[in-house]
């Protein structure tokens, strides 16, 4: 009789570990998802959608980086391209972006860095681009605003104090 209540003891402690461990791994992920300040992104450059492989939007981010003076130019300084950076600092204050440079020794004067991170999706490249699933209905309507020339879209992404950023939604205003 023990050693039936005990092999009962050990068969349910033996099923629900599985479950304990599969809960704290979903709340840690929750937790981590919902940190971070949400930041407008320009994109420009977009793949409505495959119908093979879902519903999305890919897009490229239209970083805003200071031009160069011609007293720049002269000088030989060649433009900051953030599409080959490891790292990038976000000056503004969230979640719009006045311009975004080269992460030097110290990150003194960011609002926040932005990492690139390894997408697991070949769409995914670092800081150039990024992708937005969402419903065929949402995906269509996106990309008709997507193409319309008088709207500017902007992905609003969730950047962590780590760095890792994750896109939440697309927003679009009128083009200057």
Same mark, same amino acid.
């Given at each position: 009789m023990i050693k039936a209540v005990s092999a009962r003891v050990w068969l349910a402690a033996a099923l629900a570990l599985p479950?304990?461990?599969?809960? $704290?791994?979903?709340?840690?992920? @929750?937790?981590? =998802?919902?940190?971070?300040?949400?930041?407008?992104?320009? *994109?420009?450059?977009?793949?409505?959608?495959d119908l093979l492989r879902g519903h999305y939007v890919q897009y490229q981010y239209d970083w805003p980086v200071a031009k160069l003076s011609p007293a720049?130019?002269?000088?030989?300084? $060649?433009?900051?391209?953030?599409? @080959?950076?490891? =790292?990038?600092?976000?000056?503004?204050?969230?979640?719009? *972006?006045?311009?975004?440079?080269?992460?030097?020794?110290?990150?003194a004067g960011c609002a926040i860095v932005a990492r690139a991170t390894l997408g697991a999706r070949r769409e995914v490249r670092g800081l150039d681009s990024g992708i937005l699933f969402a419903s065929q209905a949402r995906a269509l309507d996106l990309s008709?605003?997507?193409?319309d020339p008088k709207l500017q879209g902007l992905v609003r992404v969730r950047i962590r104090p780590d760095g890792v950023m994750r896109p939440v939604d697309l927003a679009f205003r009128p083009r200057r």
């Amino acid at each position: 009789m023990i050693k039936a209540v005990s092999a009962r003891v050990w068969l349910a402690a033996a099923l629900a570990l599985p479950l304990a461990i599969f809960a $704290v791994t979903w709340a840690t992920t @929750y937790r981590m =998802a919902q940190q971070g300040q949400d930041w407008l992104i320009p *994109i420009r450059g977009y793949d409505p959608r495959d119908l093979l492989r879902g519903h999305y939007v890919q897009y490229q981010y239209d970083w805003p980086v200071a031009k160069l003076s011609p007293a720049q130019v002269e000088a030989g300084q $060649v433009e900051f391209d953030p599409s @080959y950076a490891g =790292a990038l600092c976000i000056e503004g204050s969230a979640p719009n *972006i006045t311009r975004v440079r080269e992460v030097g020794p110290s990150p003194a004067g960011c609002a926040i860095v932005a990492r690139a991170t390894l997408g697991a999706r070949r769409e995914v490249r670092g800081l150039d681009s990024g992708i937005l699933f969402a419903s065929q209905a949402r995906a269509l309507d996106l990309s008709k605003k997507l193409a319309d020339p008088k709207l500017q879209g902007l992905v609003r992404v969730r950047i962590r104090p780590d760095g890792v950023m994750r896109p939440v939604d697309l927003a679009f205003r009128p083009r200057r």
